[in-house]
């Protein structure tokens, strides 16, 4: 093989669910060789077909191996650019017999294995490694005596800003908390804390042995500003975590917000009050979720046309919106508000593949369940943003249904490590349960 010929550098070997988690990640190995297997090839012909996000990226890695390529032969490698190493096709190779005593099946997980295997024989002089989002193919890669690894490029460092609530700062300045009780607000040369501390859009609750204050820094007027409890559309917020939701979601000047919590803690909840509130501002409502098919079966073999198909996925979204509804009566003003909506289709709920392509102007969009997107899924959205529109992601990143995706890999917590700090940009962890005590125990001991 052509890649013998190098004798520094690793050898990655990719899986298909690589490729479909991120069709550049030919770009992330730096100056190492990488080797796509034929059958990889013969998988991403599987997908290439379909308007999801992992059609897209089939199609899309596709065609950047044609540009590359052009009139190239892959059996000679062909070059990635400046800064990176070669590209080469892995034909099929016998299965050997360590794996015959191992795995009697002749699956597309097995082939890749015994591709690797013949790598490494053939470049002893150099690490050959395995690059799976699979983590039982990984084990199988280990059991092989190969080295596997998960493919890390997007993966965030460090989650803690996603597992603690609100800061809570004890034994603050009285005096600072007595200003913005009659200011409002005080400067933020005045504040005692770090930029670390104290990013754009934080959110704090400060404490001394007779007071607490809540508190937001503004980046725009560089000001620590006192927080006040307000409902949206007749939601009260519950606690100082909610009050802060409900804050970022209505403040104009933030054109994203990120929302993660367990379940039962109001994530989506508030996001669809906040937007009925602000109907006059919005020229539409949108609230989408990623559709995760029950045991990775596709949505075609479900009875019923589309809306029936899609029916309980979007149930959730419809729950929400039934809660808010029960709090005013058939006559109230509200309720004929949220009528008028749907009717006019200011209010629409719908599966997240039907926004692609679209361009979303003067839209307040609620993305729901975003921890079952990937990282690029979530950029791919986000860029969809026209003018006036506000972005709303939440989710749990302790309940990810996606089988390639985990906390660090997800595209809510990438997209909340990401923008941490910008101006337009706001998160509140939810830590607190208000769905009920049985909600909150069985969240808590289940």
């Not at 996603?162 to 933020?188: C, M, P, S, W």
Request: charged letters at 25%.
């Amino acid at each position: 093989m052509a890649a013998k010929k190098k004798t520094s550098g690793k050898i990655f070997v990719l899986d298909t669910n690589v490729l479909l988690h991120d069709h550049k990640c030919l770009y992330n190995f730096e100056e190492n060789d990488i080797i796509i297997p034929i059958v990889v090839l013969e998988e991403l012909d599987k997908f290439k077909k379909g308007n999801d996000q992992i059609n897209f990226q089939a199609r899309e890695f596709v065609r950047e191996m044609d540009r590359l390529s052009g009139e190239q032969l892959f059996t000679k490698g062909i070059t990635l650019g400046k800064g990176h190493g070669r590209l080469f096709i892995e034909t099929g190779k016998p299965i050997p017999a360590q794996m015959q005593d191992s795995f009697s099946e002749n699956t597309p997980d097995h082939r890749i294995l015994a591709i690797t295997l013949h790598v490494k024989e053939k470049n002893p002089e150099r690490q050959t490694i395995l690059i799976t989002k699979d983590i039982n193919l990984r084990m199988k890669a280990k059991s092989l005596g190969l080295v596997s690894e998960d493919y890390e490029s997007d993966k965030v460092k460090n989650i803690e800003i996603l597992h603690h609530g609100v800061e809570t700062f004890d034994g603050f300045d009285k005096n600072i908390i007595e200003a913005l009780y009659q200011n409002g607000q005080v400067t933020r040369a005045d504040f005692p804390m770090t930029d670390e501390q104290l990013p754009s859009n934080q959110y704090v609750i400060l404490k001394n042995a007779s007071q607490s204050v809540l508190a937001w820094f503004d980046p725009i007027s560089q000001t620590i500003r006192r927080i006040e409890k307000h409902s949206a559309f007749g939601i009260e917020p519950r606690n100082a975590e909610q009050t802060f939701s409900l804050h970022a979601l209505l403040n104009p000047e933030v054109k994203l917000v990120s929302l993660t919590g367990k379940a039962g803690t109001g994530k989506t909840l508030l996001a669809l009050a906040a937007a009925l509130h602000q109907h006059k501002q919005y020229k539409q409502t949108l609230l989408a979720r990623p559709i995760m098919p029950l045991a990775n079966r596709d949505l075609g073999f479900l009875p019923g046309d589309i809306n029936e198909k899609i029916g309980p996925y979007m149930q959730p979204l419809f729950d929400n919106l039934g809660v808010i509804k029960n709090r005013f009566t058939a006559q109230s003003k509200e309720l004929s508000i949220i009528d008028e909506m749907q009717k006019r289709e200011e209010l629409v709920i719908t599966p997240l593949a039907y926004i692609r392509g679209r361009s979303l102007s003067d839209a307040f969009f609620i993305i729901d369940e975003a921890q079952n997107l990937t990282p690029h899924e979530v950029k791919t959205i986000i860029t969809r943003a026209g003018e006036g529109t506000k972005m709303v992601f939440t989710g749990d990143i302790h309940q990810i249904d996606s089988p390639y995706l985990d906390m660090q890999s997800n595209g809510l917590a990438y997209l909340t490590d990401k923008m941490k700090g910008q101006d337009i940009f706001a998160h509140v962890n939810l830590v607190k349960g208000e769905r009920s005590f049985l909600a909150e125990l069985a969240s808590d001991l289940l």
